[in-house]
């Protein structure tokens, strides 16, 4: 989903690059040191799993894990995506160096937003404390585990991140000009399913890292304690 230099107007690279620049600031100053081995771990899945691609016409599909790099990683995910994306900018040429600012948002700020909508949820699952939002009323409506209630909660995550990225890639080549319409249309319809793979993916992974570690989600660069409910009452 990287646009390409020369594709998009002068003014909305360079108001996508002020933008970008406040965001990343804005997440450093949420970073502690004992962040940066997580924030390395995760830029360098986000590094790997889009170098990964499928062609698909004039576009091509690769896995994001943006909304999963959104619930670890809250507003961290801008500088941590910064990183990756300038590597693959000078390693693979993918992008430009231009468009740098406009790819960073695109990517990271429907993961960010992820984060805001889905990490409470999350909470309510993993903390003692509630959040002001609670879906897990809901889910056990249906009589769902916790297992899978943090599945589901994943794969909302990791839906919503992919599809809002292709919506914000679809309306910046449609703002470049007419001649982007038809492109940015069979790019939302040829990434849809990649949207439910993704979520898919996302929701075993944090469902995964729940059971396994579930303090990689504690509260994400926010820095308040939380406590941990035992392994045995996620397991109900």
């Known amino acids: ?5 020369g594709i998009v107007t002068s003014p909305l690279l360079a108001g996508a690059t002020i933008i970008a ?3 990343v600031g804005y997440g450093l100053k949420r970073v502690a040191p004992e962040d940066i081995p997580k924030i390395a771990l995760l830029a360098a899945a986000f590094f790997v799993a889009s170098v990964i691609r499928l062609p698909i016409g004039p576009t091509s599909a690769h896995l994001m894990l943006t909304g999963l790099l959104g619930l670890v990683l809250g507003p961290a995910i801008f500088p941590a995506l910064l990183a990756s994306l300038m590597m693959q900018t000078f ?3 993918f992008g430009g160096i231009t468009v740098l600012g406009l ?3 695109n990517m990271s700020l429907p993961g960010f937003v992820a984060f805001l909508i889905f990490m409470p949820l999350l909470r309510n699952e993993l903390f003692k404390e509630k959040s002001g939002l609670d879906a897990s009323q809901f889910l056990k409506f249906f009589a769902l585990s916790s297992k899978t209630r943090i599945f589901i909660i994943g794969f909302c995550a990791g839906s919503f991140a992919v599809f809002g990225s292709l919506l914000m890639v679809a309306l910046s080549l449609a703002l470049s000009g007419q001649e982007f319409f038809a492109i940015a249309k069979f790019m939302i319809l040829a990434n849809l399913p990649l949207a ?3 979520g898919l993916v996302v929701g075993v992974i944090v469902q995964f890292l729940t059971s396994l570690k ?3 989600f504690e509260v ?3 820095h308040q304690t939380r406590s941990l409910r035992t392994s045995s009452e996620l397991s109900s």
Do not use: K, P, R, Y
């Open 1 to 5: 989903m990287h646009i390409m230099d």
């Open 21 to 23: 620049v406040g965001a």
């Open 91 to 93: 390693i693979f040429g």
């Open 103 to 105: 790819n960073l948002l």
């Open 196 to 198: 439910f793979i993704e």
């Open 214 to 216: 579930g303090e990689i």
């Open 220 to 222: 994400n660069s926010f």
